[in-house]
């Protein structure tokens, strides 16, 4: 499995609604990025909490979802990369696709994909669309996050392929279902694997065990 990165992004703490500073405005970035175990250099979180850390260093968001939010957004210019928080665009790759675990090779930087990326408010307020984030949830467009395994450079063009894939019965989208969506609650094999999945974002692990207790 391969694609194209079609675009490497950052962005910087801006003031934003509700009181609060945001950085999931994102902007393509030009040459050589680089990337280390804290995301892509100069790339900003204003939330710590929800946002950045080892286990979500990078957002990876599909610009393959774009089409269909495009055609539903009033307020919002969705022609190019950056409204979701994203540091990574591609085309031809969705959570249907990419699995817990998964670790793709871009440049010379190695990713492994940690979770789903669940959505919040903020994704809502960007696009002044309130029922963005539960729309995400209902269609599982949520997008994805990477842990940095091996620190490099890359850049848009470059090939972005797939190099191991533990878990392929995992994917992204089944676990964003049982975790974000509320689907096969009463999977108690399912949360089972998943709390005792390595690979798999520590909080993540804890509210599958928390659903084994239910």
Known sequence: MQVSIRTLLSGRVRPFTRGEGSAISKAPLTGKVRITLSGVVGDEQADAVHHGGPDKALHHYPF??????????????????????????????IEDDVCIGDRFRFGTVLVEVSQARKPCWKQGDRLDWTQLPSLMVREGRSGWYYRVIEEGDAEAG????????????????????????????????AFRALAEMDVLFDGWRKIAAERLRD
Do not use: M, Q
């Open 158 to 189: 470059d090939a972005f392929a797939l190099v191991d894939r533990p878990l392929p019965d995992w994917t992204v989208r089944r676990v964003f279902d049982l975790i974000v969506a509320g689907k096969n609650k009463n999977d108690k094999a």
């Open 64 to 93: 393959d979802h774009y089409e269909r939010w495009r055609r539903d957004a009033v307020h919002a210019d969705l022609r190019d990369a950056g409204t979701f928080g994203e540091n990574v665009s591609t085309l031809g790759l």
